[in-house]
């Protein structure tokens, strides 16, 4: 499995010395997703584009930013993540060759992807450590019910999400998934860069 780590919601002094660490020890795919000013849930294209200077520039092959396959493409990132109800139906051309990751807030989303989708997050597995109430998630044998019954099928690599850590990766590795990603389950810690290394070896095994 391949480990996707999203940004830290609010920015913090060491942000971005703890990514170069991370990625500097073997990190791959980051979802850059942070809160808007005054309540709103997403930053601005133009708050991405100063978050992303303060990077090298050949991290953005690595940077999967939350929203449109067009704005990922204006930020030259590697791809998006976008919401699945977004891709259905009618879309622009020019989405399709962008390196797309659908966000399904339900199971059955996976299945309505079209084939251009490279990938899609499916969860919350767990309750999500990033949150500070109750949410509704979904459990492992409702996931692993879906993801069997869709075997064969033609749907996109699925990456498990939600309440990821090293408490629960045991149950998350009996879910067909090609990938994992995890928020609370690095930046709820101390020290996040050693809590990514932690993780990023107990997913190998």
Known sequence: MRLWLSTSPDDFASEFDDIEQMFSRGLSRLILQKRGRGGSPYATE???????????????DRIWVRGTPDLAERLDARGCVAEAGSLLGDVPESWKRVNTV????????????PEWVSGALVGPVFQPQSVYEPVKFHGIEPVLGKLNALAGS???????????????????????????????GIWNYVDPVNAFIKLSRAIQF
């Open 102 to 113: 659908a966000f399904c807030r339900s199971l059955d989303q996976l299945e309505q992807l």
């Open 46 to 60: 133009s708050d991405y584009e100063r978050w992303l200077l303060s990077l090298p520039m050949d991290c953005r």
């Open 154 to 184: 033609k749907i996109p690599q699925v990456i498990a999400f939600g309440g990821v850590d090293h408490e629960t990766l045991d149950e998350i590795k009996k879910l067909p998934v090609q990938g994992v990603s995890v928020l609370g």
